[in-house]
């Protein structure tokens, strides 16, 4: 747990993840510590060098010397990332620390590069329960006596803060453990930090970010939980009216914690939007310098293929980490057609040879001859993906070999329910492949069939041009 000094103030952080990689850097909320983020710091350092801070105030760090503003905050943290990033940095802000984090990347735009806040606070304005119930117990805690009195009262009347902020935290059927409760909690009951409380809860009234979402430059995913209670769904409709390229998700049966209420769907959308391999177990194995570089190669060489037309940079990282190279020597048999499959793929090097009978076509023939080859960017076996049929015709690389980049049937059903944008684009973008392919096929047909009607016609003036027997005696 190591700790850096910044301007004077000594910074508490957790670090995990290969040192050398880009930098992501997890803000907590309000009232809180590094570990509010704690359950995507597995996730996250798969492929980046992942920082958990306690902001000054919280945890093991100390207080800001002046007032705390989120400002303030923004501006340390930004020289912070001077010294341990060397470029724009993965911001990842639960709460107040999105509202941070959206601070840090209007103010310091060359800082960050894109940006997953959770429950952001955006207007400053907190749940009418938050007002009502936690405000003035958190008021009291500003001053020496009205910290002794909550004290006290914490001990005499066990658990009174836990009854007064569950409702504002968790939703009704929220899938938070006993233990994660029992930390958080224990969080917000540190003792020593009433002052900076309550001047975070002054901050947040006095940031309202509701009018300069539009200048936001970093790509960001922003997740809410349906029975936020906390930082309420209005401050949603705000960031869905004056941030239209954010991706905002709501999901249900999540609260203001949905990293701990809802980790399996929030870890999917997270994994998803930063290009994060996440398939069974995978979730807790490291990314390694290869992989992470392949998947940055795939994400350019799907520019210029069949399924990535008109998908940005960010779309693109994620559809490549879905897919799975494979190579195969020259000849190889890659699907035979009458083996069922489920995958689609990508030619990214070589050629696949596409070998099929002509007069039995889609069945399995001892007449099976060489019919069309493969380029790279061009896709084989869509339909199968689609309806998990039989293969209709054999692949096999061509004369110097083929790599391919494959994309299981559950994969795309997992990117479009994660992200319906991109799902949707990939569909349309396999659509409008196979209707090329298609038009081609019929295109070869029609002037097949043209050529096959030149000959008839040829052969006709032929017979009617070839000198009779009658003609031949005289």
Not at 145 to 165: C, H, K, N, P, Q
Not at 188 to 199: F, I, L, N, P, T
Not at 257 to 276: C, H, K, M, N, V
Not at 428 to 443: E, K, P
Request: aromatic share 8%.
């Amino acid at each position: 747990m190591p700790f850096y000094t910044i301007n004077g103030l000594e910074l508490h952080t957790l670090e995990e993840g290969n040192p050398n990689r880009q930098v992501a850097l997890l803000i907590h909320g309000w009232s809180s510590s590094w570990y509010a983020l704690s359950p995507l710091m597995k996730l996250i350092s798969q492929r980046f060098r992942c920082i958990a801070v306690d902001l000054p105030g919280y945890g093991h760090s100390t207080r800001l010397p002046e007032r705390t503003t989120i400002r303030g905050y923004a501006d340390l943290l930004a020289e912070f990332l001077s010294q341990v990033s060397d470029g724009p940095a993965v911001l990842i802000g639960h709460s107040m620390g999105g509202m941070t984090s959206v601070t840090l990347a209007l103010h310091y735009r060359a800082l960050v590069e894109r940006m997953v806040l959770l429950a952001p606070t955006i207007t400053g304005k907190l749940s009418s329960y938050i007002n009502l119930v936690v405000l003035p117990v958190t008021l009291m805690e500003r001053f020496g006596l009205g910290s002794l009195i909550v004290s006290l009262s914490e001990r005499i009347f066990l658990g009174v803060t836990d009854r007064i902020m569950r409702p504002a935290s968790f939703a009704e059927r929220s899938g938070i453990t006993l233990r994660d409760y029992g930390r958080l909690r224990a969080d917000a009951r540190s003792h020593g930090q009433g002052r900076v409380r309550a001047e975070c809860f002054r901050a947040m009234r006095e940031n309202d970010l509701s009018t300069l979402l539009r200048e936001i430059e970093a790509p960001s995913l922003v997740i809410w939980g349906a029975e936020d209670n906390t930082v309420p769904l209005r401050d949603a409709g705000v960031i869905a009216d004056e941030w239209p390229d954010c991706d905002l998700r709501i999901l249900p049966n999540a609260g203001h914690w949905p990293q701990f209420e809802a980790p399996d769907p929030t870890r999917r959308l997270i994994a998803s939007y930063l290009g994060l391999p996440l398939s069974g177990d995978s979730i807790q194995s490291p990314v390694g310098n290869e992989a992470l570089m392949r998947v940055t190669e795939i994400a350019q060489f799907l520019a210029h293929s069949d399924v990535g037309n008109n998908l940005n940079q960010a779309q693109r990282i994620r559809l490549a980490a879905q897919f799975v190279p494979r190579t195969y020597k020259p000849g190889e048999k890659i699907v035979t057609i009458a083996e069922s499959g489920s995958e689609l793929y990508v030619i990214y090097q070589g050629t696949l040879e596409v070998w099929s009978d002509p007069e039995r076509p889609g069945e399995d023939s001892p007449n099976k001859r060489h019919v069309a080859d493969l380029w790279p960017g061009q896709i084989a076996g869509e339909m199968a993906l689609f309806d998990e049929g039989l293969r209709s015709a054999d692949l096999m690389a061509g004369q110097d070999g083929a790599t391919v980049l494959s994309l299981a049937r559950q994969r795309l059903i997992a990117v479009c329910e994660d992200d319906a944008v991109l799902g949707t684009r990939l569909l349309w973008n396999i659509s409008g492949a196979i209707s090329r392919r298609v038009r081609y096929v019929l295109w070869q047909w029609q002037r097949t069939a043209e050529r096959m009607r030149e000959q008839e016609r040829e052969q006709a003036v032929a017979r009617e041009q070839q000198p009779s027997f009658e003609d031949l005696l005289r």
